[in-house]
């Protein structure tokens, strides 16, 4: 099911005045959803045709990470991008976070959006979202891109994620000023990153949800990823029932500002985009 919007037509004037989008804080491209437990999550579409779900990474990610792969995205798709809780607008709710939680919450979205399938991209903790999405929601979805995400099995020890807003703000303030003003309850920001340090230090995703997993997956490393190892997306591709795998030389875990136009050429081969 395809939703008509008049949101290209902005992204067409925009560009046509040379005015840069500002994704994840345009008004007119954003809305809200209910997830239950007085807790709304924003999102934002672009364009029009096939719906494509986009899931970005965590603490320091956000929609605006992709604002070089949207107006490829526009090309073909109707790309929605959420906002997941805790992250600038959208609410933190009162629950731990889990990557089930964040499918859920992309699940819900799509439901509001009276979709029938969806394609996913997601990078980093998105990408995390995007494997669970599909294992617990299979029938829904078309195709998934994970980049920055791979084998992650549970852990002999808990891991030392320790991120708190005193220290994201003295070394990176003027980066997570914007995010912080524009957050509903900029108080609780350090309740949210104690929340993801549970998530990252105690969580898993490995072969028990990659063997749920029917759609076709693209799984997309660095070979220099800091944090989920071409080993560990090696792994993931070799789990998945229906796989590709891409390893950009020459990055690390932010593969989409290090060497874009090599994400992209993997990325819209599988897509199914004609050159």
């Known amino acids: 099911m395809k939703i008509i919007t008049f949101i290209s037509l902005v992204i067409f004037s925009q560009n046509l005045f040379g005015q840069p989008i500002p994704y994840g804080y345009n008004e007119e491209a954003g809305g809200y959803f209910d997830v239950g437990n007085n807790t709304k999550l ?11 779900l986009i899931l970005h990474g965590g603490v320091f990610g956000y929609i605006d990470e992709f604002e070089y792969l949207i107006p490829k995205l526009v090309e073909k798709y109707q790309v929605i991008c959420l906002a997941t809780r805790g992250h600038v607008k959208s609410d933190i709710g009162n629950e731990p976070y889990t990557y089930e939680q964040r499918a859920t919450d992309a699940y819900k979205l799509i439901q509001n959006l009276k979709l029938e399938n969806v394609t996913v991209v997601g990078f980093s903790d998105g990408g995390f979202t995007a494997y669970k999405l599909a294992a617990i929601y299979p029938d829904i979805i078309e ?22 807003a005193d220290s994201l703000m003295k070394n990176y303030g003027d980066y997570f000023k914007k995010r912080v003003e524009n957050m509903p309850e900029p108080d609780r920001w350090n309740e949210s990153l104690n929340m993801l340090n549970d998530l990252y230090n105690n969580s898993f995703v490995s072969h028990e949800t990659f063997k749920k997993i029917k759609c076709p997956v693209l799984v997309m490393s660095g070979d220099g990823d800091e944090f989920s190892s071409p080993e560990e997306c090696l792994a993931a591709h070799r789990y998945l029932p229906d796989s590709q795998l891409s390893i950009i030389p020459g990055c690390g875990h932010v593969l989409l500002y290090c060497n874009f136009p090599a994400v992209w050429e993997s990325m819209k081969i599988f897509l199914g985009y004609k050159n």
């Open 42 to 52: 924003y999102y934002e579409i672009y364009g029009e045709g096939d719906p494509l």
């Open 143 to 164: 195709k998934i891109v994970v980049m920055g995400a791979g084998d992650d099995p549970p852990k002999d020890e808990p891991g030392t994620s320790s991120y708190s």
